[in-house]
């Protein structure tokens, strides 16, 4: 079994009951029912997979194993994706098969394959690749080999190279290289009235379950006209959401990749009332506006004991705290000491794995 569906033994209903369970240890406050994926099978949007090769030089690519550090096994049929995702996987690896690629081997530091990320949108139907490699000039892939991996692909499939630069004491870099197709997919989301258009690039976050995503942002969203602080903004999705009533949006993110769909996402839907920030929210939060609202929807780390002052200090009306990881969330809850929790949300965005998302409603007291 690879290390990603981990509760797939369980039947689905089994699986929510525990989810449930879980969250009734975490919080006091009563919860609503975990809003269910359906189906819970074929709903993912993206998949990264990873290249490997063990001592005999055997290769692998696929999915991490359970427990067992470092090892790939070779996944041919994944029942959380399309067939498509199945079809291109098994199709690079017989095609890095008949290569003398080297995986890329982390404790030595040579090899030149990483991953294979693949991306669809499952409302568009738009689809991307994106193959990442070393980025040591003695490890990059030949013009044949390169032309080779591209014939792989139909002409419309949006197709990258991504080299991946990590240098012991700077930070990682990547560098995108647009080998064919697009040089982005699009996504939509149907949501109340209204369908949503999203430019995903290959470095940019979007969350990987978009039907369930859509549930999740109908959850949130919130009668807001005044102005509204979207923190952790990503492409800025739920702050467009709330532009449409708002006074006012103010989106901050810190990845460069997001902020740039964001820019773009705001042409796409003719919004012209939201001003986007990249930065850190734990750096900027004390000099932003004071807000009706703030939206935040922090990585797993959670918020932190800072961000939640800062939060306090800049006392908004209300607060929706969308999370992916319940156990930050409820510790977060502690330090918003002036708000009440008034409503738990939860949402099956991950079924077969014990994650999930959930929304927190706060008010001032």
């Not at 708002?246 to 012209?272: C, F, G, K, M």
């Amino acid at each position: 079994m690879c290390g990603g569906c981990t509760f797939q033994q369980l039947d689905y209903a089994a699986q929510l009951t525990y989810k449930q369970e879980k969250l009734k240890a975490l919080f006091s406050h009563p919860i609503k029912p975990i809003i269910p994926c359906d189906p819970p099978f074929y709903h993912r949007n993206k998949m990264e997979y990873s290249f490997s090769q063990d001592k005999a030089g055997q290769k692998f690519l696929g999915l991490h194993m359970p427990a067992a550090r470092g090892r790939v096994i070779n996944i041919e049929t994944c029942y959380l994706t399309s067939p498509w995702f199945g079809q291109t996987l098994n199709s690079v690896r017989k095609w890095w098969e008949g290569t003398d690629i080297k995986a890329f081997h982390p404790p030595s530091g040579t090899g030149t394959l990483r991953t294979l990320t693949l991306r669809e949108g499952k409302r568009t139907g738009h689809k991307m690749a994106i193959l990442t490699i070393s980025s040591k000039a003695r490890e990059c892939l030949t013009k044949e080999q390169l032309n080779s991996f591209k014939a792989l692909f139909k002409e419309d499939v949006s197709l990258f190279l991504v080299l991946h630069q990590a240098t012991k004491g700077h930070a990682t870099q990547m560098f995108e290289m647009h080998l064919q197709g697009a040089d982005h997919i699009c996504e939509e989301l149907h949501i109340h009235d209204r369908v949503l258009k999203c430019k995903i690039s290959p470095l940019s976050f979007f969350q990987p379950n978009t039907f369930q995503a859509e549930k999740l942002y109908q959850e949130a969203l919130i009668d807001a006209d005044g102005h509204v602080l979207d923190l952790y903004a990503g492409s800025a999705t739920l702050g467009m959401l709330f532009a449409k009533k708002a006074a006012r949006v103010t989106s901050v993110e810190l990845s460069p990749y997001s902020i740039l769909d964001a820019e773009d996402n705001l042409i796409l839907n003719e919004i012209d009332n939201i001003d986007l920030i990249r930065g850190d929210v734990a750096e900027l939060l004390h000099t932003l506006p004071q807000s009706e609202l703030v939206i935040v929807d922090p990585p797993r780390s959670g918020l932190g004991v800072t961000t939640c002052s800062h939060l306090t200090t800049l006392a908004p009306k209300k607060i929706i705290y969308i999370s992916c990881n319940p156990s930050t969330q409820a510790d977060d809850l502690k330090h918003l000491k002036d708000y009440k929790l008034t409503s738990l949300q939860p949402v099956d965005q991950f079924p077969h794995t014990p994650h999930l998302e959930n929304i927190a409603l706060l008010e001032h007291l």
